[in-house]
Structure formats: structure tokens, C-alpha cells
């Protein structure tokens, strides 16, 4: 059996199980899987061991530093890595070799992960999937033909086929919450500014967030708890205490205030038969459990798409002008042909866009005033097929995450079940700024009252 964090961390502190053998066996099965599922596009082998085989020693001399002390890991490949290349799965920066870890890679090896390599994204966290690429795209382990969502794609295939038991992503505009959805897994978008971004490659720099994903709630509080906190060279890092994350697992819902945004998922963006039931039979588990389950009404989906996705385009050209302008040849054509859009927008477009944004998250607080958390849909239902998915996606419907980029509220994705095809189905839970312990609180309770978390997809074994 694949351990989750939590697991792997009891017995490592117990001296029941080895880092060392822990990486060895990630390593294998990630080299048998990985010429099917393109989740890694670089392995660091040789340095995960040494790592690896490290932790063991220190561990036994000292005991662990924390719960991730010599827990297989792997990075996003936008987030820098002193002295391994980070090539944003770009030809622009191919050769890119950094001399820093960004803020959130050193606070997560200062925990003692053990790092097995690089990870699949889309190009520049938003060109994808494309084929026409330095690396191929990401596939769905439940059923490789299929899509994983982006742009965090390594990270959501990886960790659900358990070639390592936790990942970075990132979330713009559903980047963590949508791999994990599509991938059967746990994903947290914490609020704007909990965790750093420095060192990360940008793409819309009021939108970004960086964050964990893993197989269970509970592994991405742990993970969260080492990579949150204020860090002076983001300037849109929040300056305040890192709370315990994982301080209101166990308590259940009772006394919560639960608001179903049911016209997100029913009526702005009807979602598959599986998907509702999730979704209906979560709302019910927890009405079960003690909490009230309210209707919430916000605004329509679409009117935070469009502010949204005006707002991620022209920041993201903004990133990018210098090196289209230079040499546009070297991206892939889906993103090319998006920065190409991008370039169309004005200042004019973009201001009113932040002023629309300012409006909503007005009317969002307002609207949310007696509730503590949201309920709705991550993704429309099961994954579809890779080379299926239409370039313009994004524009063409509304998707249910980008709300919450625009808010800066926290998300947290989590698996409902399974879709007609067997592919995972999800559920979102949205809470307040800052208010991740509550997340995670509910999170965990839906989840370890059900069976989801027992099954692994079929080619892992």
C-alpha cells in the first residue's frame, strides 16, 4: 500500500519504516509509470537518495524534524531549484538554470522532503496541454487517454498514481483545484498571499497563488503548514501568524454554517449527474453531522470569469512581451495564440476589469456574511479526453475555481467518487481569508467518512 504523509510520517518517526527504501520504492514505480504518464520531465535520483539516505540517519540520531521529514516530494517545474534547471515546460527557458530555491522549496527541504525531481505543467503554468513541446503533456493515471486539467498536471498524475506522496502546485485560475479534481486527489489554493511566491515563475501576478497537493486534506495541512508564512521578498505576502493547520482536524462540522452556491453548478455551469450527487450527497453528510446547510446566491459565474480572465491575460502578456517580441517561435502555439489575444487587450480593458473584480468581491463578502464555508463544483465532471480538449476552453464556458483567484479566497478540491466513465469526480469547499484550519476541519471530516481514499487507480498496481 502507498502511504499518505501522515502514515508514512508515524512510521518513520517509529522507526517502521526507512526513508531511504520509502524513495527507493517511489523511484521505481515513478520509472515504470512515467513513460506512460509524462509526470516528471526531470528526475534528481541521485540527490533524492543522498537526501533521503540523510533523513534516516539524522532521524535515528535525533528523531524527525516534523511530519515531512523524509517524505518523497516533487516540485512544480515553475518553482526554482538552486542548480537544477526550472523550465517552466518552455523552449524559452530550456537552458534555465537558477541559483536560488524560491522561498517555499527551501522552507520545504528545511522540513526534511526528500525531492525525487521536476514536474510536468503547462507551458508557463498556462499554454496546455500542447503537444509541440520540449517534454509531452501530463496524462490521467486513472485512465491515461484522458486529461489531468492544468497547469499543475505532473503534480495531480504523480501524486494519484503515488510516485510521491506530495507536490507543489500552483492556481491562477484553478491550477491546483482542477488537477486534483480530475486526478481523484486533494488540492488547497490557500488565500492570496499566505504562501510565498518568490522564486516561482509568474503568470498573472495578482492572481497567483503557490500550494500543496496530495492525496488526503490532511497531507496538504501538513504540507501547508511548512510552506506558509510572511516573507518580505513577495510583496503581496501577508504579513501575520501561520496558524496550526491541522488545530481543528477531528472536531467535525457541528455548528458550522455550510452555503451551497447551488446555481454555480446547477444552472451557470450544469455539471455531470455524478459530479451533483457528490456534490448533494456531501451537502447531506454534513446536514447529518450536525452542520446547517444553506442556499447561497452570488454573482452569476460567468461575471467573474470574464473580469477574471481579462485581469490573468494582460498581466501574463505583461510577463511575456519582452520574449514574444524577441522571439515568439520558441513558445508552443497554444500559448502563443493566447499571449497573442492577450496582446489585443488595453489598459483601458484591464482597469475596468480590476474595477469589476473590486465589485466582487463585495458582493461576495456580503453575500456570505452568515456562512462560514462554500460548497460547489471544482470541475464539470469527469476528465476528458486529452486530445479533446479545445484550445479556447476557457473562454468558450465559465469554470467554477477562477471565482475564487478573483476573491482570493481559499479552495480546497477534494474526491466525491466516480463518474460513469470511472474517472474521479470532486467537490469544492471555499472558505473565508485565513480561515484554512475551518477548511481543512471540514474537508477531513467528509473525507475520512468515506471510502474514496482506498482506491488507487488501476495501473499503480
Known sequence: MIPTIAEAAKLIAARKLSPLELAQE???RAHRLNGTLHAFIRFT?????????????????????????GIPFAHKDIYCTAGIPTTGHSRVLQDYVPTEDATTVRKLAEAGIVMLGKLATHEFAFGGPSFDLPWPPARNPWNPAHFTAGSSSGTGAGVAAGLFLGGTGSDTGGSIRGPAALCGIAGIKPTYGLCSRAGVLPLAQSLDHTGPMAWTVEDCALLLQAMAGYDPADPASANRPVPDFTAELGQGVKGLRIGIVRHFHETDMPVSPATLKGINDAAAFFKAEGAEVVDVTLPPLAEYNAPGWIILLTEAYAVHEAWMRRDPGLYGELLRQRLVLAATLSAADYMQAQRK?????????????????????????????????????????PNFTIPFNVTGWPGLTLCTGYGAGGLPVAMQLVGKPFSEPTLFRVGDCY????????????MVA
Open 26 to 28: 517511489c523511484l521505481a
Open 45 to 69: 535520483e541521485e540527490s533524492a537518495l543522498a537526501t533521503a539516505k540523510a533523513a534516516e540517519a539524522r532521524i535515528a540520531r535525533e528523531g524527525p524534524r516534523g511530519p515531512l521529514d
Open 357 to 397: 473584480r473590486r465589485a466582487l468581491i463585495a458582493a461576495t463578502e456580503a453575500a456570505t456574511a452568515g456562512v462560514d464555508i462554500l460548497l460547489t463544483a471544482a470541475q464539470p465532471g469527469e476528465a476528458a479526453k486529452i486530445e479533446e480538449v479545445p484550445g479556447w476552453a476557457f473562454l468558450e464556458k
Open 447 to 458: 473525507e475520512k467518512a468515506h471510502t474514496w481514499r482506498a482506491k488507487r487507480p488501476e
